[in-house]
């Protein structure tokens, strides 16, 4: 997850301290974040931090566009078509 770190440090600090987030808890627990988790986390509404979870799925930080949310394990430019053809739904 090391590239995926050094890209986040390009997003606004909104979109980043979500991504942080959501990468300690992924690496605490290996489960991804819930929506309700989050927006407790970081002090904001969970609608607010279901739409950041899609910019960041957008974005290729996140694996699915909605929660609960966990990041990408390889860069997205270098996964199979197998692979992405799971992830859109």
Known sequence: ???L???ARFLPMQ????FD???RYYTVTGEPASAAYLAR?????RQTVTEQI?????????RAPQPPAAPVSTPVETRSTDEN???AT
């Open 1 to 3: 997850m090391t590239w």
């Open 85 to 87: 053809a799971g992830l």
């Open 54 to 62: 899609a910019v960041l799925h957008r974005k290729g930080f996140l």
């Open 41 to 45: 986390r970081l002090g904001r509404a």
């Open 5 to 7: 770190k050094r890209r």
């Open 21 to 23: 987030e959501v990468a």
């Open 15 to 18: 979109q980043r301290r979500l």
